[in-house]
């Protein structure tokens, strides 16, 4: 063929992207040498949220490659990255069911301006590639959880939400957790696309670095629990979704059975501190029953310092803090209805109890990790577990995901060409 003619040929599917190509690229035999022009959307970006805190995660990390060239669409972000474009993405604020909304239809349109390789969402949009689903269909979370008629809000949610999964024929959705996907399923007569659970990562080096004795003595010290206390803690913002009535019910019964052993509670995070006390009052436990508070920075500090880790939701899509625990090297005990029990096996790193609301389970499994060599044994199991969910491997395996989707979608274009 002539070179001007191969040229050409080889131009054609990176014209399609608005990308030169190398001249030496052979249409059919490799891909064009260029950056790989990447949308990622979320409202908000390195926020506080499980959603916000994933895309920031791994969207710095993908940015470390220079074979991409990412592009960040979001209302509101902290930028971790230079190597990430910011665009702000405008929102309407009132009435408030616009804010879905808008957001859904100024960033797609925003997007299809731009010539993108692939489109990676953490929110209900348009159109796009992958989408990382970091909920349950609205509308049974609505239903089912909150248990009141959708607002106008809700409403606006849950339209979005349909047109994305609708429009999803060539989508790939990864759901956080398996059971997000088996509520999807539940919603939804038929699923377009693909699905598949992926569940977030941790920060393994801050959970697991700090030194144990010195976080020890130091939180325990803080709040008046002594060095050979077996201490459960719970991480929280919502006491009554958390469970925090049925583990300090559960508390008192394992109190109860191991007396000499003075387990105690410590709870980190914000709720209705005055009502739990007053449960753990009637339950008898008040003196060992501790609130902390609300914990950000030195978090890893408070599982560094406890025995086990207890979290009895009514409803969790995944619970970033039971991961968290984990890679502090803590067993974990978990209702059914947190969707971190993907990650938990059964008497080896932790325990699933039948029922959310079943506090002689639950206390029988904390009586079971009050023995030091059990427990030791599973807390390792556990950080080995978190282990193989670090951010970096999320990383990686995220940007085998693009690759495949790249891969696809430039066949999909060789084929339209030939």
């Not at 560094?304 to 803590?330: C, H, N, P, Q, Y």
Request: net charge positive; charged share 25%.
């Amino acid at each position: 063929m002539h070179r001007a003619a191969s040229h050409f040929f080889c131009m054609m599917p990176c014209i399609i992207v608005d990308r030169p190509c190398d001249w030496n690229h052979k249409f059919m035999d490799a891909p064009c040498r260029t950056k790989q022009k990447i949308a990622v959307v979320v409202p908000k970006y390195g926020t506080v949220g499980g959603g916000e805190r994933f895309a920031s995660e791994i969207t710095a990390r993908l940015a470390r490659n220079e074979n991409f060239d990412i592009h960040v669409f979001a209302n509101q972000w902290v930028a971790n990255s230079d190597r990430i474009k910011f665009h702000k993405v405008p929102m309407i604020r009132f009435p408030r069911f616009l804010r879905p909304l808008s957001f859904a239809w100024f960033a797609s349109r925003m997007i299809s301006r731009m010539n993108f390789d692939l489109v990676h969402s953490h929110d209900w949009i348009l159109k796009g590639d992958i989408f990382s689903v970091h909920s349950v269909p609205h509308a049974g979370w609505v239903r089912e959880v909150r248990r009141r008629l959708p607002s106008l809000f809700d409403r606006a949610i849950i339209a979005v939400e349909r047109w994305t999964i609708k429009a999803g024929e060539s989508s790939s959705f990864f759901p956080v957790s398996s059971i997000a996907i088996d509520e999807f399923r539940r919603e939804y007569a038929t699923l377009p696309g693909q699905w598949k659970a992926l569940s977030p990562g941790v920060d393994v080096v801050r959970f697991s670095a700090p030194n144990r004795a010195i976080c020890r003595a130091d939180i325990r010290g803080r709040y008046g629990i002594g060095a050979s206390d077996i201490l459960l803690v719970f991480v929280g913002m919502n006491f009554e979704v958390k469970g925090l009535d049925t583990i300090i019910e559960a508390l008192a019964r394992a109190r109860s059975v191991r007396p000499e052993a003075n387990i105690r509670l410590l709870v980190v995070g914000k709720g209705d501190e005055g009502k739990y006390r007053k449960i753990a009052h009637s339950a008898g436990v008040d003196k060992a029953v501790t609130f902390a508070g609300t914990q950000v920075d030195g978090l890893e500090r408070y599982y560094r310092a406890a025995d086990m880790f207890i979290m009895l939701s009514k409803f969790d899509t995944f619970g970033m803090v039971v991961l968290e625990a984990m890679a502090a090297g803590l067993p974990v005990i978990v209702s059914p209805n947190v969707g971190a029990k993907d990650l938990v096996e059964e008497g080896l790193n932790g325990f699933i109890i039948p029922k959310y609301q079943d506090a002689d389970a639950a206390a029988d499994r904390i009586v079971q990790l009050s023995d030091a060599k059990q427990r030791e044994a599973m807390g390792k199991a556990a950080a080995q577990t978190a282990s193989s969910h670090d951010w970096e491997k999320l990383a990686e395996m995220i940007e085998q995901l693009y690759q495949d989707v790249l891969s696809r979608k430039l066949g999909a274009t060789k084929e339209s060409l030939a």
